[in-house]
């Protein structure tokens, strides 16, 4: 086996049992492979170990891999920060986006989204540790753009995502996706219907798993190191 193969097969177990010991239902939390900066050839042996769903985060290096593997039924996300003239290329090429912080952003990828397509799955990102160096929005902000984003009828919102501060210490990261989860609660109770946490990289997914992740976004762990 590669060793891309021998990593995912590694992830999955680790994820099984992280779910079974924070009481998540099997399957619950899903894996999405985080290829940025990979060559299609590692995509290509990730989708040949039964891996489906992608993350890509810069528009220019993941439209030529998406086409290349066209012939695969994969899903894609967009995860990372969205700069309005590439909006069009990200609305007709992948199912979900991750990453949005702005009602401008989501308002042109609504427009831009191709009729013949459904409706783009989207996620708010939220700056949870308040990094000035993060892109994501202050959580006092959300419900208004949750809101607004939730009327645009070319978009599905779904959820949460956030990239947290680097933490060593698992108590100190479950506390972080807590409040990310606690969050989406919220706005369930205010009256939307998300589903998406968006939360969990390579070295804190299982405090994500312990605090209702549904999306894993895991790139090193399965990929290797990045140059
Ligand atoms: C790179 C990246 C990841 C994956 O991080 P790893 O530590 O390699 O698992 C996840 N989410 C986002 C937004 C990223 O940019």
Redesign the pocket.
């Known amino acids: 086996m590669s060793t891309i193969a021998v990593n995912l097969d590694d992830l999955r177990q680790q994820i099984i049992i992280a779910e079974q010991r924070y009481g998540r239902h099997p399957g619950s939390t899903q894996l999405?492979a985080?290829s940025?900066t990979q060559p299609v050839s590692a995509i290509h042996e990730a989708v040949v170990s039964g891996q489906r769903v992608f993350?890509e985060?810069y528009i220019q290096e993941a439209i030529p891999k998406i086409k290349a593997l066209k012939q695969f039924d994969l899903e894609w996300h967009f995860?990372?920060s969205i700069q309005s003239n590439k909006t069009h290329e990200i609305a007709e090429n992948f199912q979900w986006v991750?990453?949005i912080d702005r009602l401008k952003i989501a308002e042109r990828l609504n427009e831009q989204r191709p009729k013949n397509l459904p409706p783009l799955q989207v996620c708010i990102q939220i700056n949870i540790d308040d990094e000035a160096s993060k892109s994501g929005i202050s959580p006092d902000l959300v419900p208004e753009l949750a809101k607004a984003i939730s009327k645009l009828p070319q978009l599905k919102l779904r959820g949460l995502?956030t990239?947290p501060k680097q933490k060593d210490n698992f108590e100190q990261q479950r506390s972080t996706f807590y409040q990310l989860a606690e969050i989406l609660r919220d706005l369930n109770e205010s009256g939307l219907n998300l589903d998406t946490l968006s939360m969990g990289?390579?070295?804190d997914?299982e405090a994500a798993i312990a605090e209702r992740a549904t999306h894993l976004?895991?790139?090193?762990?399965?990929?290797g190191q990045?140059d």
Not at 217 to 223: D, Q, S, V
């Open positions: 999405v985080v940025k993350g985060n995860i990372g991750d990453s995502m990239i990289m390579s070295n997914f976004r895991i790139g090193t762990a399965i990929f990045r």
